[in-house]
């Protein structure tokens, strides 16, 4: 299947940015992200239209509401200075490329194996967002007439919700016009939290990699609605002694699930329970005190450490790990809630980070990461022709022991997409097998 680059531009916003924000600090959270991009792509199948002809009047409208969006989400059009701690909203824009793809879309669909290689040539690659665009999009169209949206964001400007919710008002300006749009994004965390100066720490996205040699497997994993519902029963009524006293959600049963079968196949490998801690990042937007504006963009982001220490136990259960889990984002929400400051909610933070760093540094330890992407309105992001029959994160995955959740299509379901080391892809997938039973 080839990808061959038909055109390359940069979009401008169709209005220019006001004097007054021409210039945005980076919050002290953004400080925290890794300077890559969170790429994503999306997938239209054809829908049985002329899309010879189609196709050329679908790249106008994408490219006109594109630019009325980067209006709205001014700092987007910008380039990130590094040594300011700042994004000069210079209204230069985003780099938009179109491509012709040889081949049908519903191979890429048929979704037995990560098709990573593939999946690498639907999104632009940027490896440092600064001087460079902080949004590419390639637009890619399939001989069947099916497109695939390959979106780009520099993370140091966007977390998951950030770029959710700017590609999902791309797509409603798109669809029905950007005088119907109603989010209106601010982007306040720069002069709610501004910059500190603070010594080098380990990103979120990098503590996992720490130390990672071994060739890495990608593996996605569909829990349906209906089978998170019966993980939830094992999980709630496993003994009467140890029952949960409250109704789990869906992301803590299946981090929940895919934590007990990493801890059971390393204690195949190792002939023994060993400790283990599970780290996650949590949206913490509605989950403070501080007053903050709706569609607030930006890092908002934290990190949520879960651990497990084995004691005399020969075994470890469903129960066992999703309560850990919803322990740990039970206390960190809390913790946020208390919070009376941007410096205290900073503190833990950086706390909470220098707690995972020094966890992934010990060779005794089994680490794990899971991004949640849930509750995110991915598959409603309908440009005009239909919603996404898929959606994924490109670099979803990159590490032994990383894990980045999904909703599935329908909202009932989680997908995960997990990496491996490639000797335990065999034990990972009959442990999961095992588990499923409620065994």
Known sequence: ??????????????????????????????????????????????????????????????????AETLALFYPLGGRYIEGNLSIECSDEGAEYLEARVSGSLSQLLEREGFKTEMWSRLVPRVLQPENSPLVTIQINMFECGGVAIGTCVAHRIA???????????????????????????????????????????????????????????????????????????????????????????????????????????????????????????????????????????????????AQFVPNDESKIELHDCVNRVHDAIRSAVEDCAKASSGDELFSLMIKKMREGDEAWRKSEIDAYMVNSWCRLPWYETDFGWGKPSWVHGVDAATSPGTVTLMDTEDGGGIEAFIGLDESSVLLFQQNLDVALTGN
């Open 1 to 66: 299947m080839k990808v061959q680059i038909l055109s390359r531009k940069l979009i401008a916003p169709s209005s220019p940015t006001p004097p007054n924000l021409k210039n945005l600090k980076i919050s002290c959270f953004d400080q925290l992200a890794p300077p890559t991009y969170v790429p994503c792509v999306f997938y239209y199948p054809a829908n049985g239209e002329d899309h010879g002809g189609n196709n050329v009047e679908r790249s106008k409208k994408i490219e006109k509401s594109l």
């Open 159 to 305: 977390d998951a919700y950030t770029v959710g919710t700017f590609i999902n008002t791309w797509a409603i300006a798109c669809r029905i016009g950007i005088e119907k749009v109603h989010c209106r994004p601010s982007f306040p965390f720069g002069s709610l939290y501004p910059p500190k100066n603070i010594p080098a720490i380990t990103s979120v996205d990098d503590l996992i990699s720490v130390g990672a040699v071994k060739k890495v497997v990608r593996k996605s994993f569909v829990f349906k609605g209906e089978t998170i519902s019966r993980l939830k029963e094992i999980a709630t009524a496993f003994d009467s002694n140890q029952l949960l006293k409250y109704q789990p959600t869906r992301v803590e049963v299946v981090t929940g699930l895919i934590w007990m079968v990493l801890i059971r196949v390393a204690r195949a490998i190792h002939g023994h329970l060993r400790p283990s801690v599970f780290g996650l990042t949590v949206n913490m937007r509605g989950k403070t005190t501080l007053t903050m504006p709706e569609y607030a963009c930006g890092n908002f982001i934290n990190l949520v450490i």
